[in-house]
T-cell receptor
Framework: GDSVTQMEGPVTLSEEAFLTINCTYT??????LFWYVQYPGEGLQLLLK?????DKGSNKGFEATYRKETTSFHLEKGSVQVSDSAVYFC??????????FGTGTRLLVSP | EAGVTQFPSHSVIEKGQTVTLRCDPI?????LYWYRRVMGKEIKFLLH????????ESGMPNNRFLAERTGGTYSTLKVQPAELEDSGVYFC????????????FGEGSRLTVL
C-alpha cells in the first residue's frame, strides 16, 4: 500500500542554520505530496504542497521539490528561526479523499 | 471565522469505559475526516464524511468505534469499550472541496486509556 517515510527526530539546530528533513514515499499512481506542520498547542496546518513531478512547493521560506525519479519530497529552509520549532509531517494523497502521513519529525531550534 | 474545534482536548478513562469525542468543522465544509496518531507513529486515516454520509470508513480499526455526523454538521466519535491500544491523539479535519490535501485540522483530542 501507499506509505511515507520520514527521517527520525528530533532534529536540533541553532538559529539561522540550514534545515533538511527527508521524506520518501511509495505510492501507486501519481500522488500529490504535502508538508504539514504542527506548532505547540495547535492543529496541523498545511505548509506547502506539490501536485506533479518537478513541482516546487514553497511557503514561509520552506521549499520542497517533487522528485519522481527518487520518490522524494525533502523539506528545506535556508535559515531556521526559533519560531519554526514544531513537528513536521510529510504526506501524500492519491486522490481517494484521504491523506497518508509519515511519522512526523520534531524540529527544535535554539537561539 | 472559527476553525475546526474539538472537544475534549484531553480525556483520561479506564479500560472498558466509554468516551465520546466531538468535532465541529468549519461552517459550510461538507467534508469531515477523522484521523488518529498513536504515540510516536504516523497519523492514520479513520473515516470520511460527506455531509451526513460515510464516504469511506476503511480506516476504522474495529466495531468498538462508532462515528456519526447527524444533520451533516458536527461529528462524534465514540469508543466503547475503550482498550489500552486506543490511546492516542484523535484529529478531526474538514474541507470545502472533496480533494484531499486542502484540509483544515483541529488541535486534536488526546485520549489516554489506563
Amino acid at each position: 500500500g501507499d506509505s511515507v517515510t520520514q527521517m527520525e527526530g528530533p532534529v536540533t539546530l541553532s538559529e539561522e542554520a540550514f534545515l533538511t528533513i527527508n521524506c520518501t514515499y511509495t505510492a501507486t499512481g501519481y500522488p500529490s505530496l504535502f508538508w504539514y506542520v504542527q506548532y505547540p498547542g495547535e492543529g496541523l496546518q498545511l505548509l506547502l504542497k506539490a501536485t506533479k513531478a518537478d513541482d516546487k512547493g514553497s511557503n514561509k521560506g520552506f521549499e520542497a521539490t517533487y522528485r519522481k525519479e527518487t520518490t522524494s519530497f525533502h523539506l528545506e529552509k535556508g535559515s531556521v528561526q526559533v519560531s519554526d520549532s514544531a513537528v513536521y509531517f510529510c504526506a501524500l494523497s492519491t486522490g481517494f479523499q484521504k491523506l497518508v502521513f509519515g511519522t512526523g519529525t520534531r524540529l527544535l531550534v535554539s537561539p | 471565522e472559527a476553525g475546526v474545534t474539538q472537544f475534549p482536548s484531553h480525556s483520561v478513562i479506564e479500560k472498558g469505559q466509554t468516551v465520546t469525542l466531538r468535532c465541529d468543522p468549519i461552517s459550510g465544509h461538507d467534508n469531515l475526516y477523522w484521523y488518529r496518531r498513536v504515540m510516536g507513529k504516523e497519523i492514520k486515516f479513520l473515516l470520511h464524511f460527506v455531509k451526513e454520509s460515510k464516504q469511506d470508513e476503511s480506516g476504522m480499526p474495529n466495531n468498538r468505534f462508532l462515528a456519526e455526523r447527524t444533520g451533516g454538521t458536527y461529528s462524534t466519535l465514540k469508543v466503547q469499550p475503550a482498550e489500552l491500544e486506543d490511546s492516542g491523539v484523535y484529529f478531526c479535519a474538514s474541507s470545502q472541496r472533496p480533494g484531499a490535501g486542502e484540509l483544515f485540522f483541529g488541535e486534536g483530542s488526546r485520549l489516554t486509556v489506563l
